[in-house]
T-cell receptor, first 116, second 109 residues
Framework: NAGVTQTPKFQVLKTGQSMTLQCAQD?????MSWYRQDPGMGLRLIHYSVGAGITDQGEVPNGYNVSRSTTEDFPLRLLSAAPSQTSVYFCASRPPGLAGGYNEQFFGPGTRLTVL | SQQGEEDPQALSIQEGENATMNCSYK?????LQWYRQNSGRGLVHLILIRSNEREKHSGRLRVTLDTSKKSSSLLITASRAADTASYFC?????????WGAGTKLIIKP
């Protein structure tokens, strides 16, 4: 299994440009999520999905859109990039737990985004 | 706002010593998880402790959970240079993991 894959690894955008960060997992996990990590801070949840066709907002959703048309893919779209969106973006997926809920999270390698 | 807060923010110890990191959180949880992040990499899951558990071991890792104090600790015994990394706690409630800012651990040879 490839696990959780993300593309691109690095990206530089100009203010106002749009782009899509790709995320895919081959573990058949229903739950997927997107985080951003800024220097000296933990991860902050942007959006998450508990299955195909279902998405919800996390802590910092403004300026980002997601969709989940398949179990495998969970792309993150930046609508109009701003310098405040300069960050490292991580995609993650989780298998369901035995007694309901979810267990540990599996992370992709991250996308380092710079917005000029 | 962040749920978990790790303490200390940074820790530097000699190889072979034990390292202890603490995590405090604010609300009730289903479980609490610890992750490691090597510089520039994604996070790797270390251990999960459920709200009805008080202590858990995995190799050189020992995690405790005190739900009355809303706190957890991660102990790494007999540290190695390869343990140099940032360590994060994450609390699990209602489909979301909420993260602390992490402890940066440096193991000196």
């Amino acid at each position: 299994n490839a696990g959780v894959t993300q593309t691109p690894k690095f990206q530089v955008l100009k203010t106002g440009q749009s782009m899509t960060l790709q995320c895919a997992q081959d573990m058949n996990h229903e739950y997927m999520s997107w985080y951003r990590q800024d220097p000296g801070m933990g991860l902050r949840l942007i959006h998450y999905s508990v299955g195909a066709g279902i998405t919800d907002q996390g802590e910092v959703p403004n300026g980002y859109n997601v969709s989940r048309s398949t179990t495998e893919d969970f792309p993150l779209r930046l609508l109009s990039a701003a310098p405040s969106q300069t960050s490292v973006y991580f995609c993650a997926s989780r298998p369901p737990g035995l007694a309901g809920g979810y267990n540990e999270q599996f992370f992709g390698p991250g996308t380092r985004l710079t917005v000029l | 706002s962040q749920q978990g807060e790790e303490d200390p923010q940074a820790l530097s110890i000699q190889e072979g010593e034990n390292a202890t990191m603490n995590c405090s959180y604010k609300t009730s949880i289903n479980n609490l998880q610890w992750y490691r992040q090597n510089s520039g990499r994604g996070l790797v899951h270390l251990i999960l402790i459920r709200s009805n558990e008080r202590e858990k071991h995995s190799g050189r890792l020992r995690v405790t959970l005190d739900t009355s104090k809303k706190s957890s600790s991660l102990l790494i015994t007999a540290s190695r240079a390869a343990d140099t990394a940032s360590y994060f706690c994450a609390t699990d409630l209602n489909y979301q993991l909420i993260w602390g800012a992490g402890t940066k651990l440096i193991i000196k040879p």
